[in-house]
C-alpha cells in the first residue's frame, strides 16, 4: 500500500493565504497526476487543481489566479499555495495521486484530509 498525508490547513481571515503539502510513501515506483480535491460541509467533493507528471496544469474556475498547484517528484510531494483566500474556500482538502507502485500496480489514493477555514 501507498499513503498520502496532507498538512498545511489551519484557520484565516479571508485574504489571506496557506500552503498546503502532500507527501506520498510506500512502494512508489512512479506517480502520474497528482492533484487537489475539497469537500465542504453538506457539499460533493469537487476537484480544485491537478498537476500532471510533466508539470502542466488545470484549474477549477473558482480558484484560478489565486491558487497554484506545484510538485516535487524527488520527494513525492504535491503543494497547493492558497492566495486571496474567500469564505467559500472553507472545507476539507484532499490530495489525490495515480500512484505505480513497485509491483508494477496503478493505485488511486487519497490523503486524509486537512482542514482549511477562512473567516469573514
Known amino acids: 500500500q501507498v499513503q498520502l498525508v496532507e498538512s498545511g490547513g489551519g484557520l484565516v481571515q479571508a485574504g489571506g493565504s496557506l500552503r498546503l503539502s502532500c507527501v506520498a510513501s510506500g512502494r512508489i515506483a512512479s506517480i502520474n497526476a497528482m492533484g487537489w480535491y475539497r469537500q465542504a460541509p453538506g457539499k460533493q467533493r469537487e476537484l480544485v487543481t491537478v498537476?500532471?507528471?510533466?508539470?502542466?496544469?488545470n484549474y477549477a474556475d473558482s480558484v484560478k489566479g489565486r491558487f497554484t498547484i506545484s510538485r516535487d517528484n524527488a520527494k513525492n510531494a504535491v503543494y497547493l499555495q492558497m492566495n486571496s483566500l474567500k469564505p467559500e474556500d472553507t472545507a476539507v482538502y484532499y490530495c489525490?495521486?495515480?500512484?505505480?507502485?513497485?509491483?508494477?500496480?496503478?493505485?488511486?489514493?487519497w490523503g486524509q484530509g486537512t482542514q482549511v477555514t477562512v473567516s469573514s
Open positions: 498537476i500532471s507528471s510533466g508539470g502542466s496544469t
Open positions: 489525490n495521486a495515480n500512484i505505480l507502485t513497485t509491483d508494477k500496480i496503478v493505485r488511486v489514493s
